[in-house]
């Protein structure tokens, strides 16, 4: 209940009503403790995948996991991993997936590689400009016989871009979604995942590779912070109801 004292002025607050009110502001200071506590977990959790991506990527490349191991392959043991494959291009049944890099917009060239044990692996051979996404105007990168690739393995990109999705019907393509591609361009015995391949220049100067970002949003810290902040003020708003209480006690 809450009162009008005359004599001073003031809004007072019955017993009960500062009770249930000192009683909602420590339940706050409860959740948002733990909150910015999952904060700091998730704060710790992420440094430790930017430290295990980036001794990936900086690390010697290793074969790309074989067929019999594809169902062991996941994100948060295997993405980034630097891993070579050998194989043959299948250029006829490439997929061209939109992209904007730092050379502007254009696509990243999408070509499958058929693998000395029957399987396909997708590769990101890289990106070309808008204006070159014709064979026409990059015929010299397409290479021919067996060729081997460096590069990051990626895990698949299914659905499509933000309010884009992707269009099998059309060719249209604005995420590496090996799930999609693979039956569209009539590909059998495919693995589940992309392999990014590097710098090393092609033939004619594209396409372009060694364009991957590897960069992970971290603001833990800054939420954690914001949550142990409106704990403390809940705390000192709980310690003002019940410092009233009693006084008027």
Do not use: C
């Given at each position: 209940m ?21 009683g ?27 430290a295990?991506?980036?001794a ?10 074989a ?6 392959v ?21 997929a ?34 808008a ?34 999705s ?7 393509w ?8 693979a ?67």
């Open positions: 809450i009162t009008d004292d005359k004599a001073t002025g003031r809004v007072r607050l019955s017993s009960r009503a500062r009770l249930m009110m000192t909602a502001l420590l339940i706050l200071v409860a959740v948002f403790l733990a909150l910015g506590t999952w904060q700091v977990q998730r704060l710790y959790w992420k440094l430790d995948l930017i295990r991506v980036e990936r990527v900086g690390a010697p490349a290793v074969s790309a996991p067929q019999s191991d594809w169902g062991a996941s994100r948060e043991k295997d993405e980034y991993r630097r891993v070579s494959a050998t194989g043959t291009f299948r250029h006829d049944q490439t061209l997936v939109q992209a904007v890099t730092e050379l502007g917009a254009g696509f990243w060239v999408l070509t499958p590689m058929r693998l000395e044990d029957g399987s396909t692996v997708l590769i990101n051979r890289g990106f070309v400009p204006d070159r996404r014709d064979v026409a105007g990059r015929g010299e990168g397409e290479l021919d016989g067996t060729a081997t690739v460096t590069g990051l393995l990626r895990i698949t990109e299914p659905g499509g871009a933000f309010l884009r992707n269009d099998p019907a059309s060719d249209r604005f995420s590496r979604d090996v799930a999609a591609i039956p569209a361009k009539g590909l059998h015995n495919v693995a589940p995942y992309f392999i990014d391949a590097d710098a090393t220049p092609n033939p004619g100067g594209l396409p372009i590779g060694g364009l991957t970002i590897v960069r992970f949003r971290n603001s833990h810290l800054v939420y954690a912070l914001t949550w142990f902040a409106l704990a403390t003020m809940s705390a000192a708003g709980a310690y003002l109801v019940y410092r009233q209480r009693i006084k008027a006690d």
